[in-house]
Each structure stands twice: as C-alpha cells, then as structure tokens.
C-alpha cells in the first residue's frame, strides 16, 4: 500500500489521489485478496483525467447581461471534467443576484461595493476552497465571448501555460478610441513598475493553473488587480501566454469598465503600491 500510495501522488493532484486511495483502502478491508492491486492503473487514470475547472465572474449591477453570460459558458470542455460557476456580487444595488442565482450559479456576496479586485480575490479564494484545478475571470457586462473558454484551458492543459491572457484587438474597428488611448497608458504603466510587457494589461478574461492560483499573492481592491496580476507572473516566473481573444462592444459594454477619471485613480494606487512594497 506504501507503494501504491507514491505511484498515486506522483500520477494524480494531490486531492484526487487521496479520494482514490481511500477508496482503495476501503476495498482492501473488506477483501483477503489482492486483486484490489489490478484498479491500479485504470483509477489512476480515471484520476489523471479528472480535472475542476471554477469560472468567477465579478459582477455590479448587472442583472441586464448577468443571465447570457453565465448561459454563455460550455457545458462541456475537453479535458474538464466539473465546471463550477461562481458569481461574485459586489454590492449590487439591482437585481443581480436574483438573477444569477435562478440561473443555477453560486453566487457570492460582498456587503458593500468594495471593488472589482476585491470581487475577483474572493472568487478565487472561493475556488482554492473547493479545489479547483483551473479558474477562468471573465466579464460580466457580456463583453467577452464564453466561447473561448474552451482554447484558455486547451493553452494550460496541453501546453503547461500557468496564466492565460485574454488580449483584446486595439483596433478603432474592436475597441472605442479611449479604451485604446487608456490601455496603451496602462500598459506602459505596470510595464515601469513591473518590467514586464504585456499587449493587454488590462483584460478581464484570463485563465489561470492550480500553481498561479495557489502561489499568487493578491491585494488590491479596484482594477489595478490587472496589473497587479501581471505583477505576480513576473515575481513568481509563471509561464504565461497572450491569447488574442474577441471583443464583443455593444452600447451597454461600452458605458462599462474603467473610465477616464478612475484611470487616473488606478495610476495612484499603482504607483503607492509600488513605493510601500
């Protein structure tokens, strides 16, 4: 059984290889034989392949676009075996969380508006603690397309990426001039502050490993969360790749997000940040 024990850890995540262990060990008590000994290889293969995968989603008085978000997630993904959907509300004044929970989401719910960082950290704390292998951030305004969920975790199954990011298309044709003129300053921005260069710093749609979730050490409240994100693959060495992803603006996407005077505010907090650490 010592044996069989290392064989597991070594094949399978540590929390599946405990479940297929006690498993195991039930049989093993209950039977004089060994033949327990031949569920070797098959249940460590039922184990490889088992794989949860979390999709978080902040959101803020979003009850128009809440429901074809969640809607919008694969029901199925190669590779995945469980995907929970958690809505994290944070401090909606609407029906928000009326609406996602008829949807079958869990839904998690901050007292007051405390920021879309502080939403997005309570997700993933959230799936640490049902064991989630794989998270997924995604918008809630409906500006990200679900679909391609299924090629983020295809990028960190098949090819070992630790985070994902989703980069928009800065073009007048995908994105509204400012939103370019914002995101090309905050690029240059956590760029300085972290040396690292990203096409799109500031996406919401990312995807991260059980390394990336377990090992980042997140703090901030509001949307310098994108950077600090950034921040944490350089200090950790996480392998990342850029994933360039569609951009779906309608005229309530549009009035979403980061505006031109918050931008300025993210800048301070940045730079603060900075200077404390």
Known sequence: MKYLSIYLRILCPKSHSRQILHRIQRLRMTSNKHWYGVLLFPLSLICWEYMKLTIIIPAYNEEKTITEVIKGVPKKIKGVSVIDVIVVDDGSIDETVKVA?????????????????????????AAKKIDADMVITLDADGQHDPKEI?????????????????????????????????????????????????????????????????????????????????????????????????????????????YPLNAVNIIIRLITRSIIK
């Open 101 to 125: 929970k008829k949807t079958g989401a869990t839904v998690l719910s901050h007292a007051i508006n405390q920021g879309v960082g502080a939403a997005t950290i309570t997700g993933l704390e």
């Open 150 to 258: 299924s090629k983020i975790i295809d990028l960190i199954i098949s090819k070992k990426f630790d985070v994902v990011l989703g980069t928009r298309i800065m073009s007048r044709k995908e994105m509204p001039l400012i939103k370019i003129v914002g995101n090309y300053i905050m690029n240059w921005l956590t760029y300085v502050l972290y040396e690292i260069w990203v096409k799109d710093s500031q996406s919401g749609f990312k995807g991260f490993s059980r390394k990336a979730i377990s090992k980042m050490k997140l703090s901030s409240s509001g949307y310098e969360i994108c950077s600090e994100i950034v921040g944490e693959i350089k200090r950790l060495k996480l392998k990342y790749f850029e994933m360039p992803i569609k951009t779906i603006y309608t005229t309530y996407s549009k009035k979403r997000g980061q």
